[in-house]
């Protein structure tokens, strides 16, 4: 069974940072590349950054491009969001996902605000 859980988030103030973790299970962690997606009430998921198997590539949604660095351990089956000048637009739930396997877990919620 496929597990994704999300940890890290919490509320913080205008130019502050968070680390944001996801623990995955159940498929073959290392042959993936794995993205971080947020959602807001009302709005689809919205692509934030990804990641490919190896850390060969990485790529980010312009919003984030300079502030948010994706990272993972495949020892450790973990992949990381390191936020950085957080805005208050940044507010959402965030979650992250396996590219071809479409399970998500339960996100965790990031608060920017003053």
């Known amino acids: 069974q496929v597990q994704l859980v999300e940890s890290g988030g919490a509320l913080v103030q205008p130019g502050g940072s968070l680390r944001l973790s996801c623990a995955a299970s159940?498929?073959?962690?290392?042959?993936?590349?794995m993205t971080w997606y947020r959602q807001v009430p009302g709005k689809e998921r919205e692509f934030v950054a990804s990641?490919?198997?190896?850390?060969?590539?990485?790529n980010y949604a312009d919003s984030v491009k300079g502030r948010f660095t994706i990272s993972r351990d495949n020892d450790k089956n973990t992949v990381y969001l390191q936020m950085n000048n957080l805005k208050p637009e940044d507010t959402a739930v965030y979650y992250c996902?396996?590219?071809?396997?479409?399970?998500w877990g339960q996100g965790t919620q990031v608060t920017v605000s003053s």
């Open positions: 990641i490919t198997s190896r850390s060969q590539w990485l």
């Open positions: 159940g498929f073959t962690f290392s042959s993936f590349t």
């Open positions: 996902r396996a590219v071809g396997i479409n399970s």
